[in-house]
């Protein structure tokens, strides 16, 4: 039975990816901000993996998304910042020191003594006090940031996809008690908003308004998507409260969408038509025989 390659292996093999005498052309000239867009691709693929319960297939995601933290990791250590060991090693004791409910020691081999057990609450609350404090560590003696008031907030990245970061915002807020008493009042803002989106659009559209300069509509077309971003800001909210993960509901609808367009076309193509001469009447029809399908 041949060997099977393990995570030394790996590390060799993007060492000599990088090889500037031997190695692949591509890899070569890669940096850290030229890899972001394909580490973002791959994690939402080990996602879609996930959502269509293809384990067969998450195998292989997974291992490209290892391969994105291999690279940064090799880039690094030609930078002599830091090698993929000390990714590990940082990795491990952030993650023991997040833990005292697990290790209460602080070390790899501790162990609670047997039936004792925090609460869930207790074990979030620690958590927060853990992550503020490690977030105050990074802050240096000199550094301006240390003159700014720390916000629960400083932590979420922007990077993140804006559905995530609605509701993280969400959630950090309600930890402290900014938030609603039930979702009642969520889903009367959703409908506020949404009367004044329409307010906002009637309002630019509106015939006496047509002498609008090209600057007035600029600012009234931004104040339109400033009222359709409150809405989706809620409907995270709304989300939240209804204990479903936006993301996943949108992705979910998504996935709704193609295979009732997907259906559509199929019909029409049996009957010798395109998609790109049919009437809206017929891709109605179909549709709603799409919608019941499902």
């Not at 995530?164 to 969520?186: N, T």
């Not at 600012?219 to 800001?233: M, S, T, Y």
Request: with cysteine.
């Amino acid at each position: 039975m041949a060997s099977k390659y393990d995570f030394q292996d790996l590390l060799y093999l993007m060492t000599r990816l990088r090889d500037p005498e031997d190695g692949c052309p591509w890899d070569q000239k890669q940096s850290y901000a030229s890899i972001v867009p394909h580490t973002l691709e791959e994690a939402y693929e080990v996602a879609e993996a996930i959502e269509n319960e293809d384990f067969a297939n998450l195998k292989e995601e997974l291992g490209d998304l290892l391969f994105q933290v291999v690279f940064y990791s090799e880039i690094a250590r030609e930078e002599q910042r830091f090698s993929f060991a000390e990714i590990v090693d940082t990795l491990v004791a952030k993650l023991i020191r997040r833990h005292p409910h697990v290790f209460p020691d602080g070390t790899l081999a501790s162990r609670l003594p047997p039936g004792t057990r925090m609460s869930d609450a207790q074990i979030k609350a620690n958590w927060e006090r853990i992550k503020a404090d490690e977030r105050q560590e990074k802050v240096s003696a000199n550094d301006a940031a240390q003159q700014k008031t720390e916000s629960i907030l400083d932590s979420i990245a922007h990077s993140l996809p804006p559905l995530a970061i609605a509701e993280k915002l969400q959630r950090k807020a309600a930890h402290v008690g900014f938030d609603w008493p039930d979702i009642d009042p969520v889903f009367d803002k959703l409908q506020e908003e949404i009367s004044e989106l329409k307010e906002a659009w009637h309002h630019l559209h509106d015939p006496a308004n047509q002498q609008l300069t090209q600057a007035d509509d600029a600012q009234k077309q931004a104040h339109i998507e400033e009222e359709l971003g409150d809405i989706l800001f809620v409907c995270v909210n709304l989300s939240r409260f209804l204990k479903v993960d936006a993301g996943r509901a949108l992705a979910g609808t998504n996935r709704k969408f193609r295979d009732r367009f997907r259906f559509i076309e199929a019909q029409l193509e049996a009957d010798g038509k395109s998609i790109h001469s049919a009437s809206l009447t017929e891709m109605d029809r179909l549709w709603n025989r799409a919608k019941g399908k499902d």
